[in-house]
């Protein structure tokens, strides 16, 4: 079947729904899945009964539809404010509506509320790429507003287009400007403050068989860091988090002592220490990431930082938004390198009856006297005994330490880690477990490392005394390229699926690909740093400087002169685009008032005409007057038509009120 053409309100219709689905669809990745496939049948429906010239359903209908809705939404989100249920509630308003359009207030109040719904996508993404779909909405919302605004001849597409995207850039320096001086708002823009927190992947405050290598298999950026200077080699980048003393058989949890003051852990830093500053994306947990060992606490905006016996760093408050803080330090360090260690009997407590081949190997070290040597046994074995790196380690049972030691012989990170641990308290040896993570990229572009969530690591610390905890990585035993180059270079051989398969893609010798994916992070990074981190002691640094700069009378001066001259080329331009017959009866205008009849200020061509051959003026230039009065009517009213002498014309029946 064939569609007649479109009619233009047919086209304009179409034209706001598209810009609808625009605005709604990014809503869909938060929304319930009924909210989702109940607008977009709402808004297919509306576009087949535009298309097919039907009726729109009656209110009666739309009534009872609009109430199950709303009940829906108090069903999924158990209340009706709030930031979700909020959003959800002004997306079906704006679906439901799109029935309702019966005039041209209507098609206003949906293009309005669309508008408000752009905002609301910012609520859950602040991404550049929203960003940019959100102005691609704007525009097609511009664009629909125009299109409503014509009268007799529409103009295409591409011209409504074109003057959506003048009107678009025209207020671009406006919003620019407010948003470098606008009061920047602390806390979430709508509902609770619950509602910024979401659910953000990271480290956890646990660590088990399988948690680690899940985290591993995700991409998402965990900090970046920027450097004074080069950033040391790749081994030395131990980014420390949470630290694990307690062992359950299946968990390893930590001590929850209070935190202390830096001062109160004995650290002894050697050599000159690393400048650098960290931008930590969101998380609902309260780490703050540094490498060993930082020489103080970092500062940070609207939280404050605290310090653990077991060196954590934390904060107060959880970090839900991003922060960005400088630290300083030392990868050459002691850490509490006394003769003795205070409560040894913490870090050698084991449970008892779980894991008794383990124990006894342990115990069997206890035979060489040098506690080193037995560290360095264990790392042996792990070399040598045909251990395997993996990001698929098959499942483990109550005695998960000697399943996988002398069973499995395949885990990740924390498998090594946690049995390594094991093995040193059996031996005697004071241990710990460290998770954080280890390495990074450097994206050569903008000198920022990347540190991602597939970089998180665990590893290991043995107290031995008058060297204090020292760090121990026994997947570097198993797997060295692990260390050396990164994740993707120590996994074993697989087919290109999944994280795995993916990052060995990425990690191939393919430099366009390496370039681009270098390009993209490094935009992604500077939107992060100059628009989202944009807070309000930034932006008091800001005004200062330009409070500074403008009251100089040099930047004054400038300023004023390059205003007045883009006010003179204006007005240049103007005078060169203006009509010349506008131009004509503009002075026919002026010469008519002069003669004592002037036009009023609503008054059209017709009226006046009318209005001057009653006047007293003489009948030759009544004549001329209201002739010239009638043609200019005729050509700017009337159908549009080619006269090339109409100028000549009126120039003459001008003249002749000389």
Same mark, same amino acid.
């Given at each position: 079947?064939?569609?007649?053409?479109l009619?233009?309100d047919?086209?304009?219709?179409?034209?706001?729904?598209?810009?609808t689905v625009?605005?709604? =669809?990014?809503h869909?990745?938060?929304?319930p899945?009924?909210?989702?496939?109940?607008?977009?049948a709402t808004?297919l429906?509306?576009?087949?009964?535009?298309?097919?010239?039907?009726?729109?359903?009656?209110?009666?209908?739309?009534?009872?539809?609009?109430?199950?809705?709303?009940?829906?939404v108090?069903?999924s989100?158990n209340?009706?404010?709030?930031?979700?249920?909020?959003?959800?509630?002004?997306?079906?308003?704006?679906?439901?509506?799109?029935?309702?359009m019966?005039?041209?207030?209507?098609?206003?109040v949906?293009?309005?509320?669309?508008?408000? @719904?752009?905002?609301?996508?910012?609520f859950y993404?602040?991404a550049?790429?929203?960003?940019?779909?959100?102005?691609a909405?704007?525009?097609?919302?511009?664009?629909?507003?125009?299109?409503?605004?014509?009268?007799?001849?529409?103009?295409?597409?591409?011209s409504r287009?074109?003057l959506?995207?003048?009107?678009?850039?025209?207020?671009?320096p406006?919003?620019?400007?407010?948003f470098?001086?606008?009061?920047?708002?602390?806390g979430?823009?709508?509902?609770?403050?619950?509602?910024?927190?979401?659910?953000?992947?990271?480290?956890?405050?646990?660590?088990?068989?399988?948690?680690?290598?899940?985290?591993?298999?995700?991409?998402?950026?965990?900090?970046?860091?920027?450097?004074?200077?080069?950033?040391p080699?790749?081994?030395?980048?131990?980014?420390?988090?949470?630290?694990?003393?307690?062992?359950?058989?299946?968990?390893?949890?930590r001590?929850r002592?209070?935190?202390t003051?830096?001062?109160?852990?004995?650290?002894?830093a050697?050599?000159?220490?690393?400048?650098?500053?960290?931008?930590?994306?969101?998380?609902?947990?309260?780490?703050l990431f540094?490498l060993?060992?930082?020489?103080?606490?970092p500062?940070?905006?609207?939280?404050?930082?605290?310090?653990?016996?077991?060196?954590?760093?934390?904060?107060v408050?959880?970090?839900?938004?991003?922060?960005?803080?400088?630290?300083?330090?030392?990868?050459?360090?002691s850490?509490?390198?006394?003769?003795?260690?205070e409560?040894?009997?913490?870090?050698?407590?084991?449970?008892?009856?779980?894991?008794?081949?383990a124990?006894a190997?342990?115990?069997?070290?206890r035979?060489?006297?040098?506690?080193?040597?037995?560290v360095?046994?264990?790392?042996r074995r792990?070399?040598?005994?045909?251990?395997?790196?993996?990001l698929?380690?098959?499942?483990?049972?109550a005695?998960?330490?000697d399943?996988?030691?002398?069973q499995?012989?395949?885990g990740?990170?924390?498998h090594? =880690?946690?049995?390594?641990?094991?093995?040193?308290?059996?031996?005697?040896?004071?241990?710990?477990?460290?998770?954080?993570?280890q390495?990074?990229?450097?994206?050569?572009?903008?000198?920022?490392?990347?540190?991602?969530q597939?970089?998180?690591?665990?590893?290991?610390?043995?107290?031995?005394?008058?060297r204090g905890?020292?760090?121990?990585d026994? /997947?570097?035993?198993?797997?060295?390229e692990r260390?050396?180059r990164?994740?993707s270079?120590?996994?074993p051989?697989?087919?290109?699926?999944?994280?795995?398969?993916?990052?060995?893609?990425?990690?191939?010798?393919?430099?366009?690909?390496?370039?681009l994916r270098?390009?993209?992070?490094a935009v992604?990074?500077?939107?992060?740093?100059?628009?989202?981190?944009?807070?309000?002691?930034?932006?008091?640094?800001v005004?200062?400087?330009?409070?500074?700069?403008?009251?100089d009378?040099?930047?004054?001066?400038?300023?004023?002169?390059?205003f /007045? =001259? @883009?006010?003179?080329?204006?007005?240049?331009?103007?005078r060169s685009?203006?009509?010349?017959?506008?131009a004509?009866?503009?002075?026919?205008?002026?010469?008519?008032?002069?003669?004592?009849?002037?036009?009023?200020?609503?008054e059209?061509p017709?009226?006046f005409?009318?209005?001057?051959?009653?006047?007293?003026?003489?009948?030759?230039?009544q004549?001329?007057?209201?002739?010239?009065?009638?043609?200019?009517?005729?050509?700017?009213?009337?159908?549009?038509?080619?006269?090339?002498?109409?100028?000549?014309?009126?120039?003459?029946?001008?003249s002749?009120?000389?």
């Open positions: 079947m064939t569609l007649p053409p009619s233009r047919k086209a304009d219709t179409l034209l706001l729904l598209l810009a625009l605005v709604l =669809a990014p869909a990745a938060h929304l899945l009924w909210v989702t496939l109940l607008c977009a808004l429906f509306r576009a087949t009964i535009t298309l097919l010239g039907r009726r729109m359903p009656s209110s009666l209908l739309l009534l009872p539809v609009a109430a199950a809705a709303m009940a829906g108090v069903h989100y209340t009706l404010l709030g930031r979700d249920a909020g959003v959800a509630m002004l997306v079906l308003l704006v679906a439901f509506k799109t029935l309702e019966h005039a041209r207030r209507d098609l206003f949906v293009v309005f509320l669309s508008f408000f @719904l752009v905002l609301t996508n910012f993404s602040q550049i790429g929203t960003a940019l779909l959100m102005v909405s704007v525009l097609a919302l511009l664009t629909a507003l125009v299109s409503f605004q014509f009268t007799g001849k529409v103009p295409p597409l591409k287009l074109l959506g995207t003048r009107m678009l850039m025209l207020a671009a406006v919003a620019l400007a407010l470098i001086v606008f009061p920047r708002v602390q979430p823009l709508w509902g609770m403050p619950s509602d910024g927190a979401g659910g953000h992947g990271g480290l956890a405050d646990h660590m088990a068989p399988g948690l680690m290598s899940h985290l591993a298999q995700s991409d998402d950026v965990a900090f970046r860091v920027k450097f004074d200077g080069a950033p080699a790749q081994t030395l980048l131990y980014w420390r988090g949470p630290v694990f003393s307690i062992f359950d058989g299946q968990n390893w949890t001590t002592l209070p935190p003051q830096p001062q109160a852990v004995s650290l002894t050697h050599g000159k220490p690393l400048h650098y500053q960290v931008t930590l994306e969101p998380s609902s947990a309260h780490w540094a060993e060992m930082p020489d103080r606490l500062r940070l905006e609207d939280n404050r930082a605290l310090v653990t016996p077991e060196f954590e760093l934390t904060t408050q959880p970090l839900d938004k991003r922060v960005r803080y400088d630290v300083s330090s030392y990868t050459r360090f850490l509490e390198a006394g003769p003795q260690l409560q040894p009997g913490h870090w050698l407590a084991l449970p008892p009856g779980l894991n008794p081949r124990m190997d342990g115990v069997a070290l035979a060489e006297p040098d506690p080193a040597q037995r360095a046994t264990v790392l792990f070399a040598h005994e045909h251990y395997v790196y993996t698929d380690p098959p499942a483990l049972g005695h998960s330490i399943e996988f030691l002398y499995t012989r395949a990740f990170c924390e090594y =880690a946690g049995a390594f641990v094991f093995l040193m308290r059996a031996a005697g040896i004071p241990a710990r477990v460290v998770t954080g993570y390495g990074g990229e450097l994206n050569p572009l903008d000198g920022y490392l990347t540190v991602r597939s970089d998180a690591h665990a590893w290991a610390e043995v107290w031995l005394a008058g905890w020292t760090r121990v026994p /997947t570097a035993a198993v797997a060295p260390v050396r990164g994740l270079h120590a996994l051989p697989s087919p290109p699926f999944g994280i795995a398969g993916l990052m060995q893609f990425e990690s191939s010798n393919n430099p366009m690909l390496a370039e270098f390009a993209l992070n992604n990074n500077g939107w992060n740093q100059w628009v989202l981190n944009y807070t309000p002691e930034r932006q008091q640094s005004l200062a400087t330009l409070q500074r700069r403008l009251f009378w040099r930047t004054g001066a400038a300023l004023a002169i390059l /007045t =001259a @883009l006010f003179l080329s204006e007005m240049l331009r103007r685009r203006l009509d010349p017959i506008d004509l009866y503009s002075a026919l205008c002026k010469r008519l008032g002069q003669l004592g009849v002037p036009r009023a200020i609503d059209g017709k009226a005409a009318e209005r001057v051959s009653a006047s007293a003026l003489a009948p030759e230039r004549a001329a007057a209201t002739e010239f009065l009638h043609r200019y009517s005729a050509f700017r009213y009337g159908p549009r038509a080619d006269d090339a002498n109409l100028v000549t014309q009126l120039k003459r029946l001008l002749q009120l000389r």
